[in-house]
């Protein structure tokens, strides 16, 4: 097992384009949480999913964004047209849901600067 | 809504000495978890200590420790023996209990340096 894996771990794109974002989680892990990261903050929920169920998104998540776990396995994220304000970095976390521990494993994360 | 401040930007200590970083929240629930994350400069977020609110023992993990006052919604992280490795931006977060999810709520942080 090599933890939560996050890909690409930067992305430099131009206002206005698309961006996905890719997270691999832990195998038998089947809750997965997005955040996203700006510089000298703390980590914001975006959404989380179990299994394939996209269960709660955050207000932050705005209609350009779009989360999916198609298979219960891996998930992406992606932007579309990108703004300046996106500029953050994008961590993923995972865990398996009722082991009582409430412990969430996250990804080294992927950074996005707009231009 | 449950939240989380960290009101130390930045703390430094020397190498081999004890430095403890600050945390308060606030939430109406009684039972919770709260958390310290370290986040080095490779920005893996790493679990560092967990404490159960309806444990009244404070949690320890090696040089690792909490000081947790349930009454005054205080949570805080003593690292004691410092070392070079515990340089990194230090998280405090919440999580409910009963609510079906993991979801955390973060402070803004704390960098620590440890000066050799």
Redesign the interface.
């Known amino acids: 097992d090599t933890g939560v894996s996050q890909d690409p771990r930067h992305k430099i794109t131009k206002r206005g384009q698309n961006v996905t974002f890719r997270c691999d989680p832990i195998s038998e892990h089947n809750r997965l949480y997005w955040y996203r990261q700006t510089l000298g903050q703390g980590p914001e929920f975006l959404t989380y999913f179990q299994n394939e169920a996209q269960l709660e998104k955050s207000r932050l998540l705005s209609d350009r964004f779009s989360a999916e776990r198609p298979k219960g396995s891996f998930s992406t994220l992606e932007i579309q047209r990108t703004e300046q304000g996106d500029s953050a970095m994008y961590l993923c976390a995972s865990t398996l849901s009722n082991s009582g521990a409430n412990v969430l494993t996250f990804g080294a994360g992927s950074r996005l600067t707009v231009l | 809504a449950q939240t989380?401040t960290q009101s130390q930007p930045e703390m430094s200590v020397q190498e081999a000495e004890t430095v403890t970083l600050s945390c308060t929240y606030d939430t109406s629930e009684s039972d919770y978890?709260l958390?310290w994350?370290k986040q080095p400069p490779?920005?893996?977020?790493?679990?560092v200590i967990?404490q159960e609110a309806y444990k009244q023992q404070n949690a320890t993990e090696n040089r690792f420790s909490v000081n947790f006052q349930k009454a005054a919604k205080s949570f805080s992280l003593k690292i004691s023996d410092s070392q070079l490795g515990d340089a990194a931006m230090y998280?405090c977060?919440y999580?409910r209990?009963n609510f079906?999810?993991?979801?955390?709520?973060?402070?803004?942080?704390t960098r620590l340096t440890i000066i050799p």
């Open positions: 989380v978890y958390f994350y490779s920005r893996q977020m790493i679990l967990r998280f977060a999580s209990t079906g999810n993991e979801k955390l709520t973060f402070g803004t942080g």
